[in-house]
């Protein structure tokens, strides 16, 4: 594969001007990239363990139970995120630094980063979503408190006494304010499970044997990391760099792949259609019965992956300057798909709580509208998206 040579009046192709270092990218780039992730992964470990949230499988469904009861700590909650955080940026490096790795090491240590930190991230997701419906649903009901208060007994009396009567709902919402008590008691009952669930298999997978061989093998990475410093990439290596065997110590010619991968989704991606805050065609899709997932939401979440990429790339070229080397258009861009996600997904619950047999028509009614307003939020997102992309890349101070 030949390396494309981008248009200079492009804005990707202005970023890479600004982001690439004038010399070539040495791997002890990499290499003291990869110990400070490993050293942040370790420390967010014995954090986490000093909380006191156990990791044990054992403890799993008591601390599951517990956290059902009760709002978790700052704490652990802080030290899960630094966890993913260090997890995802070692899995993302070596992926897109792999052919300057050692090859097995890189192919069996990816995957278990990767299950690691997908792990962790559940019962988040979970929270972020149920907090997300609940929020849409009291602003589209016009409610004064949010709809799962009003029912699920989690609030003082008064809270939960019958507040549209006290603070009458426009005539046009009525009808959903009716059902979005119920709707939000439903979701409520189901994210809810689903998060203890997720929480209950986090700490399960903290106490397991494959989370210990993975941390002992971080805590190796963060005093040596197994470079290849024999030569170019052999076929023991899945991908190959462009210009590697030329060039097989320089970190820019795999950034610049991860970035054409990136440049090549983007153009993939049917802007043109987004290019409007309505798109009716995902909109029709998203309120038909069947429960596949939405068609064009795909190539917009690789994009975010592939987006997730580069950054880090971005960020092993910084070296040092990692933590002041952002581009603000990235990072604008990658709030958008991080939205785009989250909405989609939300809408994905909101249409699975609709389809729970028997429920009030008001319920289901409820429902459907709140999905389509989670995917006019996915329509928003990308529009936001294309607004950020097409900018003139800004370096941050």
Do not use: C
């Not at 059902?179 to 998060?195: E, I």
């Not at 494959?210 to 002992?216: E, K, L, S, T, W």
């Not at 795999?254 to 259609?273: I, K």
């Not at 991080?338 to 429902?367: G, K, M, S, V």
């Amino acid at each position: 594969m030949a390396q494309r040579h981008l248009d200079p009046t492009d804005p990707a192709a202005t970023a890479t001007a600004a982001a690439g270092p004038p010399e070539p990218a040495d791997p002890d780039a990499l290499a003291g990239y990869l110990r400070a992730q490993a050293t942040e992964f370790l420390r967010a470990l014995r954090q986490h363990r000093e909380s006191g949230t156990g990791t044990h499988g054992g403890n799993g469904a008591h601390g599951a139970r517990r956290s059902d009861r009760a709002t978790p700590d700052a704490a652990p909650v802080d030290a899960a995120r630094a966890l993913r955080r260090a997890a995802r940026r070692l899995s993302g490096t070596l992926h897109t630094f792999q052919p300057l790795l050692d090859a097995d090491w890189a192919e069996g240590m990816r995957p278990e980063l990767a299950w690691l930190s997908g792990t962790l991230a559940m019962e988040h997701a979970y929270a972020s979503r149920l907090e997300r419906l609940l929020q849409a649903l009291h602003r589209l009901s016009g409610s004064s408190a949010l709809p799962a208060q009003q029912t699920a007994g989690r609030a003082t009396a008064a809270v939960s006494a019958t507040v549209p009567a006290a603070h009458p709902a426009p005539p046009e919402r009525g009808s959903l304010t009716v059902g979005a008590a119920k709707a939000g008691a439903l979701l409520d009952r189901q994210l809810t499970l689903a998060r203890t669930r997720a929480h209950s298999t986090a700490l399960q997978a903290l106490g397991s044997s494959r989370f210990h061989a993975v941390a002992d093998k971080v805590a190796l990475l963060a005093s040596e990391v197994p470079l290849r410093t024999t030569g170019p990439a052999t076929s023991g290596t899945r991908t190959t760099a462009p210009n590697n065997a030329a060039s097989p110590t320089d970190l820019r010619p795999l950034a610049a792949a991860a970035e054409n991968r990136l440049t090549d989704a983007v153009a993939a991606l049917p802007l043109v259609t987004a290019g409007s805050p309505y798109n009716a065609e995902a909109l029709i899709h998203g309120l038909s019965p069947d429960p596949v997932a939405h068609p064009q939401d795909a190539p917009w979440h690789q994009v975010r992956l592939l987006l997730r990429l580069h950054r880090y790339a971005l960020e092993v070229l910084a070296g040092e300057d990692a933590e002041g080397s952002g581009d603000v258009r990235l990072l604008a861009a990658g709030e958008a798909l991080n939205r785009h996600r989250d909405a989609a997904e939300a809408a994905a619950a909101a249409a699975q709580a609709a389809r729970t047999p028997r429920i009030a028509p008001a319920t289901a009614y409820a429902l459907g509208v709140l999905h389509a307003d989670q995917r006019h939020e996915v329509e928003a997102a990308r529009y936001a998206f294309q607004h950020s992309w097409r900018k003139e890349p800004i370096r941050l101070p």
